[in-house]
């Protein structure tokens, strides 16, 4: 493995804002500037405040109940390659703007292969998972990120960039609160489950036999 890889990560996060106990860092959360769908419109997630509303793939539009900010890699060139952020180029996801995700953060993918899989052509996979798909890759921070995780009164998936499908897990940072959780809406595919499905999608999209040569195969 290479030298990054082995070497000790130091201050990936750093919370910035007022915060109550429980989880240490975020794990999900949009950065700094990155527009979703409100009431008030396209908006930069960091002008967005408590009481807001934003749009919301099952739910309509729905009341913002708690924001968390951190601030991200904080030695951003010593970051180990397994906590580089993922990058999802203009288009990939339906973005109309280049996004750059943490590599546990869920997003709403549609496709026939989650069809076979769960029955749903929408799925929730983790954004590291796509890696290798239209052009997402990974990216070496160069600088410190402001992260920006905004909660609702459960678990929904959000409008970014026009289209990408942005995955706001349920707030279950305390033990009350996590006690007191019921199933969540949305499962984020992860591990084994996530590539299979990543897999599917590349062989959808790249590996499928085109027409002209499907009807040259049922002739023979």
């Not at 201050?11 to 500037?33: C, F, K, N, P, Q």
């Not at 409100?38 to 807001?52: C, E, F, M, Q, Y």
């Not at 546990?104 to 052509?121: R, Y």
């Not at 062989?203 to 002209?212: G, I, R, W």
Request: with cysteine.
């Amino acid at each position: 493995m290479g030298f990054k890889q082995t070497r000790p990560t130091r201050r990936i996060v750093e919370m910035t804002g007022a915060y109550d106990g429980g989880i240490a860092a975020l794990s999900h959360g949009l950065m700094a500037g990155t527009r979703v769908a409100s009431n008030l419109g396209w908006r930069a997630i960091d002008a967005l405040t408590v009481g807001d509303k934003v749009l919301t793939f099952d739910h309509g539009m729905q009341e913002i109940t708690e924001i968390r900010r951190a601030h991200m890699w904080l030695d951003a060139p010593e970051t180990a390659e397994n906590l580089w952020p993922v990058v999802i180029p203009e288009g990939a996801l339906g973005n109309r703007e280049e996004l750059v995700l943490l590599p546990e953060q869920g997003v709403m993918v549609e496709s026939d292969a989650a069809v076979d899989m769960h029955g749903d052509p929408f799925a929730v996979i983790t954004a590291h998972s796509l890696v290798g798909l239209r052009g997402i890759r990974r990216r070496q921070p160069m600088q410190r990120i402001e992260l920006i995780a905004v909660y609702f009164a459960g678990d929904e998936v959000i409008y970014a960039e026009g289209g990408a499908l942005i995955h706001c897990p349920r707030d279950m940072s305390s033990l009350d609160k996590f006690l007191q959780a019921g199933a969540q809406t949305y499962v984020v595919l992860d591990g084994e489950a996530a590539e299979e499905l990543a897999d599917m999608m590349y062989l959808e999209e790249h590996m499928l036999v085109p027409p002209a040569h499907a009807a040259n195969f049922s002739a023979i």
